[in-house]
């Protein structure tokens, strides 16, 4: 199992670019989360789906950001048009389920500088 | 979802048992604690979790106090890998999402 995997694992824009981002869920997994870290405020939930439906995007920051999930095998997280605040380390996490008792599995995260 | 209260960091000795502790003095009936660990420039990793009896894994056990209001995440003998930020979360387990907080750095000394 090659985990969840996340790309580019850097990405370095300019301001006002758009970015995109992408994770690939385990096989089978249902659920699917999209996690923000910085130092000032750790990590924060953005977004998360089950059965490629959004179920809660309370913690998306504004309408700048957008995320996307087609199929069970992708999802995309759109930030357009970046800012330098959105410098952070994004995580997508997947789960077997809902149920927080299956346990979320992380990606290695996309480390995103926005200069 | 109940708020929990870590040490910002502690020290273990290599080899010793690490023992991290977690205040949950509002938890409900139907409320988990969940335990993930963060190694430097990785993703979290799920680490142990447990309603009200002791659980153990081949990574950790995990000590609820009787009336449920603390836990202990013990890593019986730590190693350097150990070092990481450890994060205490209290849920139930149908809320759907895993709200993380401030966590409590280990570091293991050799």
Known sequence: DAGVIQSPRHEVTE??????LRCKPISGHNSLFWYRQTMMRGLE????????????????????FSAKMPNASFSTLKIQP?????SAV?????????????GYTFGSGTRLTVV | DAKTTQPPSMDCAEGRAAN??????????????YWYRQIHSQGPQYIIHGLKNNETNEMASLIITEDRKSSTLILPHAT???????????AGSNTGKLIFGQGTTLQVKP
């Open chain 2, 80 to 90: 350097l890998r150990d070092t990481a930020v450890y994060y205490c979360i209290v």
């Open chain 2, 20 to 33: 991290l502790p977690c205040n949950h003095s509002t938890i409900s009936g139907n409320e988990y604690v």
């Open chain 1, 82 to 86: 970046s800012e330098p605040r959105d």
């Open chain 1, 90 to 102: 994004y995580f997508c996490a997947s789960s077997p389920r809902t149920e927080l008792n299956y």
């Open chain 1, 45 to 64: 939930l953005l977004i998360y789906f089950n059965n490629n439906v959004p179920i809660d995007d309370s913690g998306m920051p504004e309408d700048r």
């Open chain 1, 15 to 20: 301001m006002g670019q758009e970015v995109t």
